[in-house]
Each structure stands twice: as structure tokens, then as C-alpha cells.
Nanobody, 119 residues
């Protein structure tokens, strides 16, 4: 099993910054993609940013404001969020995909961390 633990959410004023972190642990053999999704009330969960060994992806709504990074040695992924807007308010979920030590693919999710952007 692979477990994810997220941290770093909270309340921030518009224009402010927050950094989300996610640590993966358990029977990990390799990690392919690490990403962050978010879900606002009444909306579908959407991919915010993702990072693999070769590329990164950002949703158009966060390009230039959010930066995703990963530490392969620690199996962690961070999301640096700047110039936050009220519409960024959502529960943010970490997602990690890879193979476990039994060479079975896994697709694990964190429990989510609340980000609220409000004055």
C-alpha cells in the first residue's frame, strides 16, 4: 500500500501565497507521475498541476502563478501557489501513480487539504 500525507493548506488573502506538500510512503518501487487536483464546492475535481520525470503540466487557470516540484529521493511533491485568487478556493488533493514493490501499478490519493482565499 502507498499512503499520501498532505500539508500546508489554510486561509490566505487574495494575492497571497501558500505552499502545499505531499509525502508518499509505503511499498513504493517507482513513481511515474505526481500531481495536485482540486475540487471546489459544486464543481468537479480538476487537475491543477502534474509532474513526471520528463514534463510538467499546468491548468491554464494557474499557469504563471503555481509551480509544482518533486523530490525523488524523498517521494514528495510540492505545489507553490502565488497570486492566489478567491476562485482558487477548493480542497486540494495529492495524487501519485507508479508501481509498488510487487510491480503492481498504484494510483493513490491523499485525503485533501482545504485552501481558502478570502479577505
Amino acid at each position: 500500500q502507498v499512503q499520501l500525507v498532505e500539508s500546508g493548506g489554510g486561509l490566505v488573502q487574495p494575492g497571497g501565497s501558500l505552499r502545499l506538500s505531499c509525502a508518499a510512503s509505503g511499498s513504493i518501487f517507482s513513481i511515474n507521475v505526481m500531481g495536485w487536483y482540486r475540487q471546489a464546492p459544486g464543481k468537479q475535481r480538476e487537475l491543477v498541476a502534474a509532474i513526471s520525470s520528463f514534463s510538467t503540466y499546468y491548468a491554464d487557470s494557474v499557469k504563471g502563478r503555481f509551480t509544482i516540484s518533486r523530490d525523488n529521493a524523498k517521494n514528495t511533491v510540492d505545489l507553490q501557489m502565488s497570486s492566489l485568487k478567491p476562485e482558487d478556493t477548493a480542497v486540494y488533493y495529492c495524487n501519485v501513480r507508479g508501481r509498488d514493490t510487487g510491480f503492481t501499478t498504484f494510483d493513490s490519493w491523499g485525503r485533501g487539504t482545504q485552501v481558502t482565499v478570502s479577505s
